[in-house]
T-cell receptor, first 113, second 113 residues
Framework: NAGVTQTPKFQVLKTGQSMTLQCAQD?????MSWYRQDPGMGLRLIHY???????DQGEVPNGYNVSRSTTEDFPLRLLSAAPSQTSVYFC????????????FGQGTRLTVV | AQTVTQSQPEMSVQEAETVTLSCTYD???????LFWYKQPPSRQMILVIR??????QNATENRFSVNFQKAAKSFSLKISDSQLGDAAMYFC??????????FGTGTRLQVTL
């Protein structure tokens, strides 16, 4: 099984550019989420989805957009990149049961210059 | 905000020795789940151990065990017989009524010879 596939692994953007981080899972998980990881701040929740067609905001949603048209895919869009969005981004998926393990993608290191 | 606190940014342990990583959390819920995740230099997030709040018995996974003190809202991770491969960033995390994970800021563990 591929698990959670996240692309790209590295990206450099110029301020104001837009881009989409891709995330796909093949485990039929209902719950998918995006986190950003910054030094000294742990992982913070950006957006999440409990199923196809349902998304909601996390702790730090500003500047990001998501959609969930299928169970498998949960892309994260940066609308107009800013240097403050320089970070490592993780996609995760799990069954909706909150006791279950979350599976993470390999992360995307994004630099906005 | 309901938070997770890891007060030790860095810890060091000698190979074969025991080390304890601290974690405290804040929640108003009676039913929740606690996790420790390991992040080696590869960036991959790996589940180490999981604790269900309604279970009084401390979880154990091989050399990893927890000391769960529900009244004190404390959830420490003990690593016995430390190995070089245990060197990583360790994150404490909690879920509540949804599958959303709230992470601590992490503890970087060094293992020395």
């Amino acid at each position: 099984n591929a698990g959670v596939t996240q692309t790209p692994k590295f990206q450099v953007l110029k301020t104001g550019q837009s881009m989409t981080l891709q995330c796909a899972q093949d485990m039929n998980h209902e719950y998918m989420s995006w986190y950003r990881q910054d030094p000294g701040m742990g992982l913070r929740l950006i957006h999440y989805s409990v199923g196809a067609g349902i998304t909601d905001q996390g702790e730090v949603p500003n500047g990001y957009n998501v959609s969930r048209s299928t169970t498998e895919d949960f892309p994260l869009r940066l609308l107009s990149a800013a240097p403050s969005q320089t970070s490592v981004y993780f996609c995760a998926s799990s069954y909706r049961d909150r006791a279950t393990e979350a599976f993470f993608g390999q992360g995307t290191r994004l630099t906005v210059v | 905000a309901q938070t997770v606190t890891q007060s030790q940014p860095e810890m060091s342990v000698q190979e074969a020795e025991t080390v304890t990583l601290s974690c405290t959390y804040d929640t108003s819920e009676s039913d929740y789940y606690l996790f420790w995740y390991k992040q080696p230099p590869s960036r991959q997030m790996i589940l180490v151990i999981r604790q269900e709040a309604y279970k009084q018995q401390n979880a154990t996974e091989n050399r990893f065990s927890v000391n769960f003190q529900k009244a004190a809202k404390s959830f420490s991770l003990k690593i016995s017989d430390s190995q070089l491969g245990d060197a990583a960033m360790y994150f404490c995390a909690r879920t509540g009524t949804a599958s959303k994970l709230t992470f601590g800021t992490g503890t970087r563990l060094q293992v020395t010879l």
